[in-house]
């Protein structure tokens, strides 16, 4: 996912951390994925998760648990290249919890609640 996105703001409020990132409607996963009308596939959003999780912590991650995933919008960059994750991150033990928001100003397009192990 090298040049997926740039991290553009990073602000923590209380518990929550809330990243902007600047998404690359140029990138190689929307030319297959579709021509045309670039969707960012679900893993994608759900590895920027991870991602943002191992900013966060500074720490190696990798997933062991992902409940309660709900895609409730399709993320379009061609239509607004802003996405914003807020993220809870909460170590516990050798794991870290993560419940997230993948959102832009009008519109939520995902809800992930996942466990990741330190590497």
Known sequence: MKNLY??????????????SLKVNAAHEIYKGHFPGRPVTPGVVL???????????SEEK???KRASNVKFTA???????DELV????????GE???LKGIAKSEDKIFTKINA???VN
């Open 6 to 19: 740039t991290v553009v703001d990073s602000v923590q409020d209380g518990d929550i951390i809330q990243t």
């Open 46 to 56: 759900m590895q920027l998760f991870k991602e943002e999780a191992e900013r966060i």
């Open 61 to 63: 991650l990798s997933l």
């Open 74 to 80: 399709v993320f379009d960059p061609t239509h607004n």
């Open 85 to 92: 994750l807020e993220s809870n991150l909460e170590k516990k």
């Open 95 to 97: 794991y870290y919890e």
């Open 115 to 117: 466990l990741y192990e």
